[in-house]
């Protein structure tokens, strides 16, 4: 794994440091990508339960 980051650090022109940086940024957006995902699929279970299946059901569902 280190010789990994260093070649790719050499080949980015990059240091150590900015590609381990670099990874934990892109591992930080994936976590809340894969949040966010698991939070969209709770949702959508729920709207569909009730119902709600378009942004017609929704406009009615929240008028109602």
């Known amino acids: 794994a280190y010789e990994t980051?260093?070649?790719?650090?050499?080949?980015?022109?990059?240091?150590l440091s900015g590609v381990i940086q670099d990874a934990l940024r892109q591992a930080g957006i994936e976590?809340?990508?894969?949040e966010l995902r698991g939070m969209q699929a709770f949702w959508s279970r729920?709207?569909?339960?009730?119902?709600?299946?378009?942004e017609k059901d929704l406009a009615r569902y929240l008028r109602d």
């Open 5 to 15: 980051c260093v070649r790719e650090a050499e080949a980015e022109g990059k240091t």
């Open 31 to 34: 976590r809340r990508l894969q």
């Open 46 to 54: 729920r709207a569909r339960d009730k119902g709600i299946l378009t």
